[in-house]
């Protein structure tokens, strides 16, 4: 009886390590880009119903593992601008979209799908306050832009006690996590005024700090579609890894679309926020 039980606990054993070894293997054998991975997703979605809900968490696992473990191929400098890893394209610029979603994000959401140029979209707590904003936000994380944390109120923190600071900023950790599934990764101040116990926050919550290298869009005479697109193509401060700072403003919105054409007939591409190494 006792060999029995020893030979069951060999068995077991050794089913535990050759699967964990597979599984390891696929998630860390893959090198595969976001596009790859969504076209995963989708095949694996169109076959047949999973049969349990441990092979759905055993999905969800592998495809965190596998978004974990994209390779990042810049790193932000202490100008919150982007420098290749590597041998990535230096000629990119990243796209931010800041206090949404209010009014106009969800549009500009569309729009940068259309022209298929990844983007940051920075929330604010106050404005996912009902069923019908938190449908916007999923449907904007859906589209496949990445959510960042921009405080619950917009107050400047340097106004508030730790306390609140910490209120402001872990509330919309919360909020995004239980309307996306996924906690945010990037923390940009209001203002983009940052406190120590803010910066101290960000990294207990694993989210680097972002602010960014120019924007226009809240100067009057920037605020027509033609306007804000014209400068953020033309400014002097557009060059390599530049980090774009716009808002869910009607005249970015309308702007927008001619904005990414006109970065790009300069040669720039769009960075995926994805690919920004986490530290
Ligand atoms: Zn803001």
Redesign the pocket.
């Known amino acids: 009886m006792k060999w029995f039980y020893i030979m069951l606990c060999a068995m077991f054993l050794l089913g535990c390590s050759s699967e964990a070894g597979t599984e390891t293997e696929k998630a860390g054998g893959k090198g595969s880009t976001p596009q790859d991975e969504g076209t995963e997703k989708k095949s694996r979605n169109d076959d047949k119903e999973v049969d349990s809900k441990e092979e759905q968490a055993e999905n969800k696992e592998e495809n965190e593992i596998e978004k974990a473990q994209a390779k990042p191929e810049y790193k932000m400098n202490e100008m919150y601008a982007l420098e290749p890893i590597a041998d990535a394209n230096p000629q990119v610029v990243l796209l931010t979209i800041?206090?949404a979603p209010d009014k106009y994000a969800l549009d500009m959401a569309h729009i940068l799908k259309k022209l298929e140029a990844p983007a940051i979209f920075?929330v604010?707590g106050h404005f996912i306050n009902t069923p019908e904003k938190e449908k916007m936000l999923k449907e904007i994380y859906d589209l496949g832009f990445v959510i960042g944390n921009?405080t619950y109120s917009?107050s400047d923190l340097t106004t508030l006690p730790e306390e609140k600071q910490l209120e402001e900023i872990v509330s919309v950790n919360d909020i995004v996590e239980k309307v996306t599934g996924e906690r945010p990764k990037f923390f940009?101040a209001?203002?983009g005024k940052n406190t120590d116990k803010s910066k101290e926050i960000a990294a207990q919550e694993g989210m680097v700090l972002m602010n960014w290298t120019y924007g226009y869009d809240w100067e009057s005479q920037y605020k027509t579609g033609d306007a804000i697109s014209d400068i953020m193509v033309n400014t002097p401060y557009l060059q390599n890894g530049a980090n774009l700072l716009m808002?869910d403003r009607e005249w970015t919105r309308d702007g927008l679309e001619k904005m990414v054409q006109g970065l790009r007939e300069k040669g720039y591409d769009m960075a995926d926020p994805n690919l920004i190494a986490i530290e």
């Open positions: 800041d206090d920075f604010n921009h917009h940009r209001p203002f808002h």
